[in-house]
């Protein structure tokens, strides 16, 4: 292939892409929401914490949860 049409293919796989993700993701919900397919449930373990345990941690783990529910927010990790 020339370098031209490895170009294009690139631009057509950005293009591409995202579109059938999108459309599997949108099948897919409405397969969830019919009953044709069980609903997913969230993981338990990766619950955030909650205001109530708090006070049971030292200072140190909570910054640690902190930075680590902070990080989560964006695609470029803690601040």
Known sequence: MTATQWLL?????????????????????????????????????????????APNMDASEQFKAETHLKGHQNTFGPK
């Open 9 to 53: 293919f690139i631009f057509a796989a950005l293009i591409l892409c995202p579109a059938a993700l999108y459309l599997y993701r949108k099948w897919d919900f409405r397969r969830q929401i019919t009953g044709v397919r069980p609903e997913r449930a969230y993981n338990q373990k990766h619950l955030p914490i909650r205001p109530e345990d």
